[in-house]
């Protein structure tokens, strides 16, 4: 373990706490705290692996909560026998990804068990970031009339680890969203601090998303199906496989609820940032009906959007 | 995926994360921040299990570096079919023992695996304490002169563990000493902030954790095999099977070095508390032979402690 602490993790990381614990300094302002395990499989898909993943999973539900994201931890479950040269590129994946981010890996753990009682490999991580002020992102602000923005297309990510899981090629691939959204985040603050909600479709799409946000709010939302940007590859995989792609898991993608009047250039600012690209209002908030996700179709009909029962895709993250 | 995290987590641990991050109050000064992960099996064994376990773990690791733990995040991965009775056994402990500590658990994360894909249960839990003004935890404090501190008697989660897998019963019982640390390390703090460093001797047990200070410090160890605590049960288990103590995994008890003049004042003040009531000076570090340690054996001899190699007993946390 000593052996294989120092010959990988630290050279990956330069953790600070390889006994113990990481002492870093003082933090000023609220601080937000998130923790997530990730046992997708395969551990390698088209556009990202778990390392990345576990990485910007983190660091993505700190952001919509509104948080810079400042230091992760990391806590590896290792099936004995596991390639190394596996285990080299995925810490190499977060290395690379939590430095483009700006975000330092402090702490880190591994245990390793045996042949059989793992599935390969298993990562935990954890996030510590920093809210500042007049930055109150909450499904209580949110109110009838708020426009409802996605920061990119949808289903990006389960169709592409589902494609890999089950060896079906498409042309072009379909490449998972997975990416950090802390820049993205950082410029919407930018712009105004005045965004209600924010959340990242991940487990149960963006259907579950909007239906937790209708919940907690108290309001119904409706969403228009023509503006959520669905990409060819996706769409054609969901209608062979029979899957919706307002339920398929995203990585890369953020909701966002604001008031009217703040959409268009928040749009616009989003847009201006490579995570961004592809955002637009694709709905608003209204008051009724109530704790309701309706999707206007695309042939005129309103459909409601339940919270997923059961894993449409297991094991996505 | 709700509904398991609306019946069981949320009434174990009134949390704040259940989507995304938890925001806490501003804190203030130095903060720490550690990590682990548990595959301790099996998951019950006498004296604890596998939450009390991964509750304590993290909060002695940022006790031993001087913090004051005060925010848990907890991830389970749970193999499909995993008794649900147990899991509420699980998160009883966790939250008994977190409350008794008067650490909060702020988040956590729940993923299920394919029966197979994981052995039961395993859990994640990353720690966030503060370090206060003047608390400088280090071995590159230590010393020549500085007397070696042990807060109790050695080997007994270990042999806890091995027994209740290996189904041996002894009589009386070898219980895990597994238990929260803040609040002996705070009574220690309050008698003197001039600890050089402190460590809990978890996996590898004591001979590897003075190996690792001596390694750190620059300085040789030497202890005396008559002042290290073991009780009769443990020393039979060994004799037994052929164990040592001194590499057995602990989850109760920690090491300290302070200078001469403070031992024996420190060690007063750390048998008023429960979890320091065996505790005893052990050894002092010495100038020469750098970076090792050495065994004062009870018929006279000396004996080189080295690191573990392996795991004597693997999946012991």
Do not use: W
């Not at 596996?86 to 890996?105: C, H, Q, Y």
């Not at 609820?257 to 616009?268: F, I, K, N, P, T």
């Amino acid at each position: 373990m000593h052996q294989l602490i120092d010959e990988y993790f630290v050279p990956a990381f330069d953790m600070k706490a390889l006994n113990d614990s990481a002492v870093v300094d003082n933090l000023t302002g609220r601080i937000a705290v998130t923790t997530d395990s990730y046992v997708v499989s395969p551990l390698f898909f088209p556009g990202g692996d778990i390392g990345v993943l576990s990485v910007c999973g983190t660091i993505n539900d700190l952001s919509v909560s509104g948080a810079r994201p400042l230091y992760l931890t990391c806590g590896f479950i290792i099936e004995e026998g596991f390639p190394l040269n596996d285990l080299r590129v995925v810490l190499e994946s977060m290395r690379a990804v939590a430095g483009k981010a700006g975000v330092s890996i402090i702490a880190g753990d591994t245990k390793v068990v045996d042949r059989g009682k793992a599935d390969r490999l298993f990562i935990n991580t954890a996030g510590i970031g920093i809210v500042d002020d007049g930055v109150d992102i909450s499904p209580l602000n949110v109110r009838p009339g708020d426009r409802v923005i996605a920061s990119g297309s949808i289903g990006n990510h389960g169709i592409s680890v589902m494609a890999e899981r089950n060896g079906i090629t498409f042309d072009p691939p379909v490449l998972s969203d997975v990416r950090p959204l802390n820049g993205l985040v950082g410029e919407m603050l930018r712009k105004t601090k005045n965004i209600h909600v924010m959340r990242d479709p991940t487990r149960g799409g963006l259907a579950t998303t909007l239906k937790e946000i209708a919940g907690a709010s108290g309001y119904g939302i409706v969403i228009e199906e023509e503006k959520v940007g669905v990409k060819p590859g996706v769409r054609g995989a969901c209608e062979l496989l029979g899957l919706d792609p307002l339920y398929i898991a995203n990585e890369g993608i953020l909701i966002a609820c604001v008031q009217r009047e703040e959409a268009e250039g928040l749009v616009d600012a989003m847009r201006k940032t490579e995570a961004g690209a592809e955002a637009a209002v694709i709905g608003e908030v209204v008051d009724n009906p109530k704790e309701i996700v309706l999707l206007k179709t695309k042939i005129g009909g309103l459909r409601i959007l339940d919270m997923l029962s059961g894993d449409q895709l297991p094991r996505i993250c």
